[in-house]
């Protein structure tokens, strides 16, 4: 008890979320967010499969930015403050028509979590600080382990974090994954526009059913073997190629193509968080070539296997585990190769990691970890010397410190490429002219590159614009929005086109 001369001290205690008993499942919603819409709603379909009510939070707003600050303490990254503000926002929405008991009792949130040295491994304390200020301390958050497919029931019952859940969840960011690639390399070239937009949603509205129907198995080794092997969700995506089909596009336009790379929440995020810059973007004639969660997954595999190698002594036990690891790269990377086929080929292969490691190398060393880690540096360079974009655009947190030192490392690889275009745009959720004023000077340049390739093919192959729209009278099926067009050497689409349309030696010069 507090004396006249000693203050009352409240200790610190660590958020432990209250049981979520098995009975409550049916009354209780689960939340869930931070990924695409596309990804959320192929996410909700998993969920419902396991009979969970799941609901993703809204889209995250301008609004959640100043929500956030309110919160949390002010040195907090962006996406932290705007994560965390989007919570927020939405509980407060729900305690204006609701007791806060019924609020804390009818939802729990469901979040990534993880360790290491960046804030990524403290959003669960931001969420408890900004559910103390609302007065929701009772309110029930779990954390999904980034790393555990199997975490067993949580405190209740109510949640397993189980294989069924987790394979669901990365098939179906697999699946969203290849879908927004195909989204944003078609888009930029409808005829009619919105059309990509309406097809999209129509195939994210089959996948949802797809995985909400999906069959399941009370086995361990039966969930992961079927997965594996299943034709279930290649056949859906091979439905999903036949709405894409119906899309007319025209590929003589000239765009430069630009590779989106950053910190994971802000690259991924498609709306106010990072200034919608993917249709910003497109908005201005460019192409985006998104970031794949994929990418992120896989790169989680390595640190396992390079502490393996790295080990003093070989044991018979490290060196099962090394096999074993590299058959689960293998049979991921198989598993995303089998969905792109069911797309025709078209979504983007996923980088080879061992050769994102190299590449940023002499500049960034693999096992300074947090954030990206090397991954930004690789990818720049992965872009750049396999000719995939004309320009590179980093999206960086304000306030986040392991992108502040990839942002400082590409100074040496810009000495070293004088002629990579990189764009790093700082976004602090409230400074949008100033970021994108920064990513316009290096688009024009990148434009003007663009331009300057299809001048060169066009007068290389000795084609002309007029003949290949005339053959493309007689050709229809080439202005189909599944036509492949090869990687020609070119970054950008309308150079590749007309290069690959040239060698098939079918058109008539000028
Ligand atoms: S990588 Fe940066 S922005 Fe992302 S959680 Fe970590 S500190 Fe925050």
């Known amino acids: 008890m507090a004396t006249a001369t000693q203050p009352t001290v409240n ?37 419902h499969n396991l009979n969970y009510n799941a609901q993703p939070l809204p889209n995250v707003a301008r609004a959640d930015l100043d929500a956030g600050k309110e919160m949390i303490d002010v040195g907090a990254c962006c996406p932290t403050i705007f994560t965390t503000g989007n919570l927020v926002n939405f509980l407060k929405s729900e305690v204006a028509n609701k007791s806060k008991e019924e609020v804390a009792n009818n939802y729990v949130f469901l979040t990534a979590g993880a360790c290491g040295p960046c804030r990524f491994g403290q959003y669960h304390e931001s969420y408890t600080m900004a559910l103390d200020g609302l007065g929701l301390r009772d309110f029930r958050m779990f954390l999904l382990a980034q790393d555990q497919l199997d975490q067993g ?34 888009r930029p070239y409808e005829v009619v526009p919105g059309q990509t937009d309406q097809v999209m949603q129509e195939s994210v509205e089959l996948l949802y059913e797809a995985f909400r129907d999906r069959p399941l198995y009370d086995n361990k080794w039966r969930t992961l073997a079927w997965h594996l092997t299943t034709d279930y969700f290649t056949g859906a995506l091979r439905e999903v190629r036949k709405k894409w089909d119906a899309i007319e596009v025209d590929r003589l336009q000239v765009k430069p193509k630009v ?25 201005e004639g460019a192409e ?25 002594e070989m044991t018979n036990r490290a060196r099962l585990k090394m096999v074993i690891m590299k058959a689960v790269e293998r049979l991921y990377n198989s598993t995303y190769n089998r969905f792109r086929k069911a797309l025709g080929n078209l979504p983007n292969e996923l980088p080879n990691q061992i050769e994102l490691k190299e590449l940023a190398d002499p500049f960034y060393h693999f ?13 720049a360079l992965y872009a750049y010397h396999h000719k995939k974009a004309h320009m590179v655009c980093e999206l960086t947190p304000y306030s986040c410190m392991p992108n502040t030192m990839s942002v400082g490392s590409m100074a040496g690889v810009l000495g070293k490429y004088p002629d990579l275009l990189y764009a790093p745009i700082e976004i602090k959720g409230d400074a949008e002219v100033h970021a994108l004023s920064r990513c316009q000077m290096i688009l024009t340049e990148a434009k003007k590159r663009s331009q300057r390739d299809f001048d060169e093919v066009l007068e290389k ?10 053959y493309e009278e007689r050709h229809p099926e080439l202005r189909r929005a599944t036509y492949r067009v090869p990687h020609m050497g070119y970054p950008g689409t309308a150079a590749n086109y007309v290069m690959h349309l040239a060698k098939t030696g079918r058109i008539g010069r000028a």
């Open 259 to 283: 590779k989106v790379t950053g910190e994971f929440w802000l690259q991924t995020h498609e709306g106010d968080g990072n200034y919608n810059i993917k249709r910003w973007l497109e908005s």
């Open 11 to 47: 200790h610190y205690k660590a958020y432990k979320p209250r049981p979520f008993s098995r009975k409550e499942r049916e009354t209780t919603t689960i939340l869930y967010g931070g990924l695409t819409w596309k990804h959320e709603r192929i996410i909700q379909g998993t969920m």
């Open 288 to 312: 985006n070539i998104p970031p794949p969660i994929a990418v992120w997954l896989h790169y989680l595999m390595h640190p396992e296997i390079r502490k393996l190698e790295k080990r003093h």
């Open 461 to 470: 192959t000795g084609l002309t614009v007029e003949a290949i729209r005339q």
């Open 153 to 186: 029931s949580q405190d209740g019952g109510g949640l397993e974090i189980n294989l069924p859940l987790s394979m669901g969840l990365i098939w179906a960011i697999l699946c969203g994954d290849v879908l927004t690639d195909l989204e944003y390399m078609i």
């Open 367 to 379: 096992e300074l970890r947090g954030g990206e880690g090397h991954m930004l540096i690789g990818k």
